[in-house]
């Protein structure tokens, strides 16, 4: 019974880790997608006279894309549950830009965060559900 018990957390934990490490490397990769475009597009508005209105798309376009990546990418480490697995990217790529954004101002969550929340999570989710269904790379 004790041997039972034992194995049963052991796969309990490895359910968990199974779904963690893929959440977490998608994430990580939404946020390095994220500021690779956000540094080209800071290099942009650096070079050419690009009006202030843009600025906010151009961010949007930018958490969309890392989203996208970030859930494909989580999914396709897993090949399950794909819907969930960009979901949870999603929120976790949102949570990180609202607490890097409170650091830099104190805006709190108006309109603009709950749009961000809303890209998020519906690229994350396209891109989890496109990243389980896309074909396995050949080695």
Same mark, same amino acid.
Not at 48 to 63: F, G, K, R, S
Not at 118 to 124: D, G, K, R, T, V
């Given at each position: 019974?004790i041997c039972m018990?034992?194995?049963?957390?052991?796969?309990?934990? *490895?359910?968990?880790?199974? *779904?963690?490490? /893929?959440?977490?490397?998608?994430?990580?990769?939404? @946020?390095?997608? $994220?500021?690779?475009?956000?540094?080209?597009? %800071?290099?942009?508005?650096?070079?050419?006279? $690009? /009006?202030?209105? &843009? $600025?906010? /798309? +151009?961010?949007?376009? @930018?958490?969309?894309?890392? %989203?996208?990546?970030?859930?494909? #990418?989580?999914?396709?480490?897993?090949?399950?549950?794909?819907l969930v697995m =960009?979901?949870?990217?999603?929120? &976790?790529? !949102?949570? +990180?830009?609202?607490? #890097?954004?409170?650091?830099?101002?104190?805006?709190? !969550?108006? !309109? +603009?965060?709950?749009?961000?929340? @809303? $890209?998020? &999570? &519906? !690229?994350? @989710?396209?891109? =989890?559900?496109?990243?389980?269904?896309?074909?396995?790379?050949?080695?």
């Open positions: 019974m018990k034992q194995g049963k957390s052991k796969v309990e934990k *490895y359910g968990v880790m199974k *779904y963690l490490k /893929p959440i977490l490397s998608g994430t990580l990769v939404g @946020a390095v997608v $994220i500021t690779v475009i956000l540094m080209v597009l %800071s290099l942009l508005l650096s070079l050419q006279n $690009i /009006p202030q209105m &843009l $600025i906010n /798309p +151009m961010v949007l376009l @930018a958490l969309a894309i890392g %989203s996208l990546m970030g859930g494909s #990418f989580a999914a396709k480490m897993v090949r399950e549950k794909g =960009g979901l949870c990217c999603g929120v &976790l790529l !949102f949570l +990180m830009l609202l607490l #890097f954004g409170q650091g830099i101002s104190d805006n709190g !969550f108006g !309109f +603009m965060a709950a749009i961000k929340l @809303a $890209i998020a &999570l &519906l !690229f994350s @989710a396209i891109g =989890g559900v496109a990243g389980v269904n896309s074909k396995k790379s050949r080695k």
